[in-house]
């Protein structure tokens, strides 16, 4: 049985976008976003506007890398030749054989291009298909209503809140929202109906 291996250098790619592995060179193609598009950063945990936050955002991606503790992506969008975001799996559980996926943010001019159901689809199969993951999960700001329903749509189940759970990017407490796709959900309906959908 295989299962996610974070050493590994892992890139997803299909006819829409290329997910490869996030480096510290990146800062330049990330920035432009950190800059002018301030409310990418509204709900999170670790805000990468202006260019010093950047900096810590990428490090510390770069850093939880090195310990095996997450796998964070830039997205090149191939539609239009452009760098998009990041994305990343994080939180692994080997013994569970469960991953987080998240940290995921596109510039503005991304948002209702198919482009994050077509990263999704790409990391969902590798999670269950290849690595043999039993379980993806999902959190989000209960606040930020966008996010949820984004992953709604993409047949996420919500199981619950976690109630001022962690310090958000000003310094307050959030309540984040729990959602998880299981494996035989993705085999059942989930995979058909997202690969459906960004054909």
Not at 60 to 79: G, M, N, S, T
Not at 158 to 177: H, M, P, Q, T, Y
Request: aromatic fraction near 14%.
């Amino acid at each position: 049985m295989q299962t996610l291996d974070f050493t590994q250098n892992i890139v997803l790619e299909n006819d829409r976008v290329l997910l490869r592995p996030l480096e510290a060179e990146d800062f330049d193609f990330l920035l432009p976003y950190s800059i002018n598009e301030p409310t990418l950063w509204q709900y999170s945990l670790t805000p990468a506007n202006g260019p010093e936050n950047l900096e810590k955002y990428i490090d510390f991606a770069l850093e939880k890398r090195e310990k095996k503790d997450c796998y964070p992506f830039i997205v090149f969008d191939k539609q239009v030749q452009k760098y998009a975001g990041s994305t990343r799996f994080y939180d692994y559980q080997k013994i569970h054989n469960t991953v987080q996926l998240g940290y995921t943010w596109f510039g503005s001019e991304f948002w209702g291009t198919r482009l994050n159901q077509n990263c999704k689809h790409l990391m969902l199969s590798y999670a269950f298909d290849t690595a043999d993951m039993q379980r993806l999960e999902f959190r989000a700001d209960y606040n930020n209503k966008r996010s949820i329903e984004a992953m709604m749509r993409l047949g996420c189940t919500k199981e619950g809140v976690l109630r001022s759970n962690c310090v958000a990017g000003d310094g307050s407490r959030r309540d984040s929202i729990v959602l998880s796709i299981l494996k035989e959900e993705w085999v059942r309906n989930i995979k058909k109906r997202l690969e459906e959908y960004i054909s």
